[in-house]
């Protein structure tokens, strides 16, 4: 089993920066990928960010130029740099993480962590 943590959130406000840590841990692999998502009520869950055990990335297009996703494979973490947040980005955070290479939809991810609450105030 892998259990997978976050940690970093806050209530901000808007054009603030805030950085989110993941970290996971149990049967863990070389070739394990971290990726993040977001949920705001009433909405899906939407992919945000991602990182194969290869360091390759995949940003959502709406994060792109302002959120940067890093990790440390042999330490299995993954943390989400969020620059320039908006009010937009007001979600409860998730990091999940799965074997083999990185992916965008959440369906594809076998590990779940319980959500980290961003907040972006106007």
């Known amino acids: 089993q892998v259990r997978v943590t976050e940690s970093g959130g806050g209530l901000v406000q808007a054009g603030d920066s805030l950085r989110l840590s993941c970290k996971a841990s149990g049967r863990t692999t070389s070739t394990f990928s971290i990726g993040w998502f977001r949920q705001s009520p009433g909405a899906e869950r939407e992919f945000v960010a991602a990182i194969s055990w290869n360091g390759s990335t995949y940003y959502a297009d709406r994060v792109k130029g302002r959120f940067t996703i890093s990790g440390d494979n042999w330490k299995n973490t993954a943390d989400l740099q969020m620059n320039s947040l908006k009010p937009e980005d007001t979600a409860l955070y998730f990091c999940?993480?799965?074997?083999?290479?990185?992916?965008?939809?959440?369906?594809?991810?076998?590990?779940w962590g319980q959500g980290t609450q961003v907040t972006v105030s106007a």
């Open positions: 999940a993480g799965r074997y083999l290479k990185a992916a965008t939809t959440a369906q594809e991810y076998d590990f």
